[in-house]
């Protein structure tokens, strides 16, 4: 196994930035690289390639380099050891043969707390973000206003929160969606744990007609839903969460 690598046209090691990295499309899936905790040196592997990428020309070659799986046994471009695929004017994705990527070679630093579940031929963490389908289980502030702590859900999750309320309307609400706003919702919960975009998810091939039902689920917690319409309050439920109003049966 081993993280994909992105070549990055007419580029070089001196133009890392992140509004490079942005600009290329390379925004989302090293998104956890851009949050200015880290430095980008110290989360990419680096590679000047002169005159032999793989659209024959000079560039940048990078990879994200995972907390759990690994880089690539040889950085650089390698035509008869790799497979690559262009994705727009400033950027490719190579896999190296006999290396094949899985989720742990994209799994972010600090990933979410989720469930455990199988996509496609790989077990992929997918993160809780509502829990019991109404409480946030992101992370959060704690404030203290009138004498009171309080908690708060921090800014940059508030995009994510949003989202998940949607996929919590699908699953208890008859109602029908486009297979395109499908894919969407799902490649939003995948990236919050893992660095990828529609060539990683195309290669790993997590989502299909059925599996799409298993991250949304997961990502509302459906196990402790179930619980809380049998009338089971488990222990870990923070104070205050209340029951769900019933509802039916998930997609």
Same mark, same amino acid.
């Given at each position: 196994?081993?993280?994909?690598?992105?070549?990055?046209?007419?580029?070089?090691?001196?133009?890392?930035?992140?509004?490079?990295?942005?600009?290329?499309?390379?925004?989302?899936?090293?998104?956890?690289?851009?949050?200015? @905790?880290?430095? %980008? =040196?110290?989360? #990419?592997?680096?590679?000047? /390639?002169?005159?032999? !990428?793989?659209?024959? $020309?000079?560039?940048?070659?990078?990879?994200?380099?995972?907390?759990?799986?690994?880089?690539?046994?040889?950085?650089?471009?390698?035509?008869?050891?790799?497979?690559?695929?262009?994705?727009?004017?400033?950027?490719?994705?190579?896999?190296?043969?006999?290396?094949?990527?899985?989720?742990?070679?994209?799994?972010?630093?600090?990933?979410?707390?989720?469930?455990?579940?199988?996509?496609?031929?790989?077990?992929?963490?997918?993160?809780?973000?509502? @829990?019991?389908? %109404? =409480?946030?289980? #992101?992370?959060?502030?704690? /404030?203290?206003?009138? !004498?009171?702590?309080? $908690?708060?859900?921090?800014?940059?999750?508030?995009?994510?929160?949003?989202?998940?309320?949607?996929?919590?309307?699908?699953?208890?609400?008859?109602?029908?969606?486009?297979?395109?706003?499908?894919?969407?919702?799902?490649?939003?919960?995948?990236?919050?744990?893992?660095?990828?975009?529609?060539?990683?998810?195309?290669?790993?091939?997590?989502?299909?007609?059925?599996?799409?039902?298993?991250?949304?689920?997961?990502?509302?917690?459906?196990?402790?839903?179930?619980? %809380?319409?049998?009338?089971?309050?488990?222990?870990? /439920?923070?104070?205050?969460?209340?029951?769900?109003?019933?509802?039916?049966?998930?997609?």
């Amino acid at each position: 196994m081993a993280c994909p690598l992105y070549f990055l046209p007419g580029f070089t090691a001196d133009h890392l930035s992140a509004d490079l990295l942005r600009d290329v499309g390379l925004g989302d899936r090293l998104a956890d690289c851009l949050d200015g @905790r880290a430095e %980008l =040196r110290d989360r #990419l592997a680096l590679r000047n /390639v002169v005159g032999k !990428g793989p659209d024959g $020309m000079n560039g940048l070659l990078l990879g994200a380099i995972p907390p759990a799986g690994r880089l690539p046994s040889r950085i650089g471009h390698h035509p008869e050891s790799q497979i690559w695929q262009q994705g727009n004017d400033q950027l490719w994705m190579g896999v190296t043969t006999g290396e094949p990527v899985t989720p742990a070679d994209l799994l972010r630093p600090g990933a979410l707390p989720g469930h455990d579940v199988t996509l496609g031929q790989h077990v992929w963490r997918v993160p809780v973000i509502r @829990r019991g389908g %109404l =409480r946030p289980a #992101l992370p959060q502030t704690l /404030v203290r206003r009138n !004498g009171r702590v309080e $908690m708060r859900l921090r800014r940059e999750w508030e995009p994510v929160w949003e989202m998940s309320g949607r996929v919590w309307e699908l699953l208890t609400v008859a109602q029908g969606a486009e297979w395109e706003e499908v894919y969407d919702l799902c490649r939003q919960i995948l990236q919050i744990n893992y660095r990828v975009d529609d060539a990683e998810l195309e290669l790993l091939a997590p989502l299909d007609t059925d599996s799409f039902r298993l991250v949304f689920q997961s990502a509302v917690d459906w196990p402790l839903v179930e619980q %809380l319409l049998a009338g089971s309050l488990p222990e870990e /439920v923070p104070p205050g969460a209340n029951p769900p109003e019933a509802a039916p049966a998930a997609a």
